[in-house]
């Protein structure tokens, strides 16, 4: 599921060129600027990573080579040395190990600790036959005679070998006690804690891995960008449980139906009807106004349309059949909308089954789109094509499914050809445009940009979306003069059409130029999440500024709510990752062992 990137996803990620991707991809960057911020890169390895384990290694040869005086170099040799060693200093009884507390009340701490030694190194021996109970057994031995890391540790790896994590973690947390940057045990903790599915637990121990190898271990940050996804989709399925289905912001409404030809009112209904007509007559009409409080108000009124033209009940004869099809494709519409695909589908046949238009076909295309039914897409293009050749929306959505599948030149006819059945179709121009530039054609781009301003002056989208491809080029300064007209022009609408979106593209790029920006930034996303109360896009965006403002549990709440505006499940997973992420942080810095790491890191940089 989470591989699946939908339709919807993607065809607004296509519609807004470069922001919504940008803004995104520059979380994550954003992210890992923020942790290497706080800590230190290459020069603060040396003191981390495995060097540590390694020290101990040779100090623990050492001892035993004194102790049993050989040379053990082969590992045939050690076996053979340690075999001997065992039956010269402690009681064995069948092949175990048999020390009373008796004896060890009786031991010298050198001989402690030179039997400890010997019960590790037997303890060893055992654990590469693979006979990890009686390792197991030399190893709880050795920790009665001395406390030492490494016994937990090799006691630890036994436990793992055996699949039993609950204990796997007590032992590495009792070594992770005594030698806190005890990176193999910290490892072998994550990979426990994974395996039990406590992945914040897994991400605390990875996140301190990753202060330990000073951010160049590209395998850990992987181990952590896996769990943390994980993770994230853990409480994103959590909180779908409870969902209720909302309505997405205004602006991704009012870009969904913007692109499909303005509904006149269906025959028979108007303000004077009454019952079913009159709901259908007020939420079509409601849905013309294009605002938030319009579109909740649709969102209510389709509903009883529905329920009111009793539409179980109705066949393709009876006289409503057709109003009963329109007020059922909107359900499905709005539904989908929703991100309840399932039951949009379920609308939406019942709207075919009584009375298809083309444009019930077009819907039933996006829907199948969205779950990656392309080849149903296509049925569904070629019955609205069949319905009505001349059907202006057919060819927007078909050109928009295949400028998502990379094909631009069947796109860019398909473009053509909607804006040219339906000139006032502002998208069809914006993706005619967006393909030139893809097409490495800026020039000509920026001329179809101009040509649609004339056309649809009064458009904040025409601005806003020439404005992205300025961005994306580098120009932030023109690209801002844009977005400004753009945020002007929405301000003097009574509708919404970009909505915040201006606002929002002008913070990230303008604070991608530097730190200097940020204040500036924050008002703009102060202000979009007033304007687009319900824009995912202006929560996180606003978040991450927070964040470098050190505003921490603003940025969590942000992120959080993001989550839970977002329409699909990849968004979702995304902000609640960096929601997650930045309270790993937070927990982080409560941590004062880390935090001294971290310092440390930082100095050693200086
Ligand atoms: C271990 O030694 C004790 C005496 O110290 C003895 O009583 C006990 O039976 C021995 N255990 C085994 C399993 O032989
Ligand atoms: C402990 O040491 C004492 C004195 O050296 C000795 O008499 C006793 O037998 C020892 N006990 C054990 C269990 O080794
Ligand atoms: C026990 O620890 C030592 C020292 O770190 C190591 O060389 C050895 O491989 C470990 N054995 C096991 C089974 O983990
Ligand atoms: C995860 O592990 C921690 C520490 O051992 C524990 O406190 C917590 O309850 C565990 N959480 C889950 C979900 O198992
Ligand atoms: C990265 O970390 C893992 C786990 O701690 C370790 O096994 C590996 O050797 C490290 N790699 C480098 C290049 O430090
Ligand atoms: C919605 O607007 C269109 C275009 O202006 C108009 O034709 C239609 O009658 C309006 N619908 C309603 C229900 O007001
Ligand atoms: C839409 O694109 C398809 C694929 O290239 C093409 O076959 C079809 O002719 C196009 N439609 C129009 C109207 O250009």
Known sequence: MSDRTSFFARNKAAIAVAAVAGVTAGAYIYYNAVSQSQTSSESGSSATGASPEASKKKKSKKKKSASSKKSADEKTEEAVEAAATTAKLYPVVNGLPNISEETIANLSEKEKEEWAAALKEDG??????????????????????????????????????????????????????????????????????????????AMYDLTALTIYGGFSNKSVEQLLERVLKKHSIKVVEENLKNRVPELPSASTICSFFGAFVQETTPEGISEESEGADKFLFDALKNLNYSTAEGYEAADTL??????????????????????????????????????????????????????????????????????????????????????????????????????????????????????????????AYIQLACIKYKNGDFKEAEDMFTAAKLKFPTSPEIPNYYGEIL???????????????????????????????????????????????????????????????????????????????DQVDEAIVLFEESSKLARTIEEKVQATSFAEATKMQKRLKNDPFLTAKIQEAMAARM
Do not use: M, W
């Open 124 to 201: 060893n021996h055992e654990f590469k036959a693979k006979k990890y109970d009686a390792a197991i057994a030399y190893y709880t031995d050795a920790l009665r005679l001395k406390v030492d890391p490494v016994f937990f540790s090799n006691r630890s790896a036994c436990y793992a070998a055996l699949n039993d994590h609950e204990n796997v973690i007590k032992d590495t947390s009792e070594a992770i006690k005594l030698k806190p940057d005890y990176t193999k045990c910290v490892l072998r903790r994550a990979t426990s804690y994974e395996i039990l599915e406590n992945y914040t637990e």
């Open 302 to 427: 389709i509903n009883q349309a529905v329920a009111a033209y009793n539409v179980e009940e109705l066949t393709n004869e009876s006289p409503n059949a057709g109003k009963a099809a329109v007020a059922l494709e909107y359900s499905a519409s709005i539904k989908f909308l929703k991100n309840d695909p399932t039951s949009a589908a379920s609308d939406i046949e019942k709207a075919i089954a009584l009375k298809p238009r083309p444009r019930t076909y077009v819907f039933r295309a996006l829907i199948n789109a969205d779950k990656s039914s392309f080849t149903e897409a296509n049925q569904d293009f070629e019955q609205a094509k069949k319905l009505n050749p001349e059907f202006p929306d057919l060819y927007y959505h078909l050109g928009q499914l295949y400028y998502l599948t990379g094909e631009l030149a069947a796109a860019e006819e398909n473009f053509t050809r909607a804006k040219e059945l339906n000139p006032d179709n502002v998208y």
């Open 471 to 549: 961005a994306d080029r580098g120009d932030v300064k023109a690209a801002c003069k844009q977005f400004d007209t753009a945020s002007r022009l929405q301000k003097a609408l009574p509708t919404f059409s970009v909505g915040a979106l201006p606002l929002i593209n002008k913070a990230s790029f303008i604070s991608r130029e530097g730190l200097e920006h940020f204040d500036e930034a924050e008002k703009l996303l102060t202000e979009a999440c007033e304007l687009d109360p319900k824009s995912e896009l202006a929560r996180i965006s606003l978040a991450q500024i927070k964040l470098q403002n």
